[in-house]
């Protein structure tokens, strides 16, 4: 159904609200209370998809072999664009695998223009190709407020030809950039692009300490042996003092 016309009869303002996050497993409650709301001073904005980004000790919360239509986001998106306010945007697990790319390219180029802070994690493949497209195609002033971005990818050479673009189209170096593990190989070419790289889901790992081995059951001095008989000396005489 066109979203346009699933647009709620009642919308309520919230003025002073400034952050909205939404979890779900089913995109249309979280449509419906995004097309309800008025926020004029709405500044951040987190998206969660548990299905597709579940947190740690929870169950699924549906079957896993569910209608594509009921997780795309692409309605909700597309009434969030409308906020011009929105200066940080947390996808988590978001997806719109039912929605073309050209479709989907229009809610997230509005969204991503003015941004300060970015996180797209366990997202749809093609929400970061439509951020290089946006970099590409939109205007200096709409893009050089991004500082942060945290990203789940696995593609680093589309990683390093993003930074790149940013580079040659002269927009600031990333104050911080966060990646998944199997991306830490980044941080050997990113110091052009970055001030502050991240690897998430990684464990620390303490520094090294210098350790001395021993073995459990120290061997005793052993004297070397004497042929007695050959030395001239009596079996029963101390070998290492003669008469």
Not at 31 to 58: K, T
Not at 69 to 90: F, G, P, R
Not at 165 to 194: C, E, Q, W, Y
């Amino acid at each position: 159904m066109d979203w346009v016309s699933r647009q709620a009869p009642k919308r309520f303002t919230l003025p002073v609200l400034t952050s909205l996050r939404i979890g779900y497993s089913c995109t249309d409650p979280a449509f419906w209370l995004v097309a309800r709301l008025d926020l004029p001073r709405l500044s951040s904005v987190m998206l969660h998809d548990f299905r597709r980004c579940p947190e740690a000790g929870l169950p699924p919360l549906i079957p896993e072999k569910a209608e594509p239509k009921w997780t795309d986001a692409y309605d909700v998106l597309m009434i969030l664009m409308q906020s011009i306010t929105i200066t940080k945007l947390t996808l988590r697990g978001v997806e719109c695998f039912s929605s073309s790319f050209e479709e989907v390219t229009e809610p997230l180029h509005a969204l991503f223009q003015g941004l300060k802070s970015l996180t797209l994690i366990k997202c749809d493949s093609q929400f970061f190709h439509i951020l290089h497209n946006t970099t590409l195609e939109s205007s200096f002033q709409a893009l050089e407020r991004l500082s942060d971005l945290a990203i789940t990818c696995y593609d680093y050479s589309m990683v390093l030809e993003y930074l790149r673009l940013r580079k040659a189209r002269g927009l600031p170096r990333l104050n911080t950039l966060s990646v998944n593990s199997k991306m830490a190989i980044l941080r050997h070419f990113t110091n052009d692009f970055v001030s502050n790289f991240h690897v998430r889901g990684t464990v620390k790992r303490k520094p090294r300490q210098d350790i001395t081995f021993s073995h459990p059951y120290l061997r005793q001095p052993r004297y070397r042996r004497v042929n007695l008989k050959t030395r001239g000396l009596n079996p029963q005489q101390d070998p290492f003092h003669s008469t």
